[in-house]
């Protein structure tokens, strides 16, 4: 998927809802620097929402939720350690 991303839209509950996974903001933000592996996850909230797995640049492999907002906006849902399988198919689009 190609997207420019011009800005992230974060609040109280996205950033808590990430360090309840030990992630924090920017840690997150770092894996749409490299190269991603996006598939589209669910609608929820007539949202259209994605996982994106992606390397941090303390080589820490992550898969957040995300939708994307008008503008070129990402918000991040939520997010975890990547699993084995999602870091299999990230290597496999690199």
Do not use: C, P
Request: no cysteine.
């Amino acid at each position: 998927m190609t997207f420019r991303l011009a800005r992230f839209e974060w609040d109280k509950y996205n950033r808590a809802e990430l360090l309840d996974h030990n992630i924090q903001q920017d840690e997150a933000e770092t894996i749409f620097v490299g190269n991603t592996y996006w598939w589209k996850s669910h609608i929820r909230k007539g949202e259209t929402r994605y996982r994106v797995t992606g390397k941090t640049f303390e080589g820490r492999f992550l898969t957040l939720v995300v939708t994307i907002k008008v503008k070129e906006t990402l918000r991040v849902i939520t997010g975890w350690d990547a699993e084995d399988w999602e870091i299999k198919k990230w290597r496999s689009r690199q």
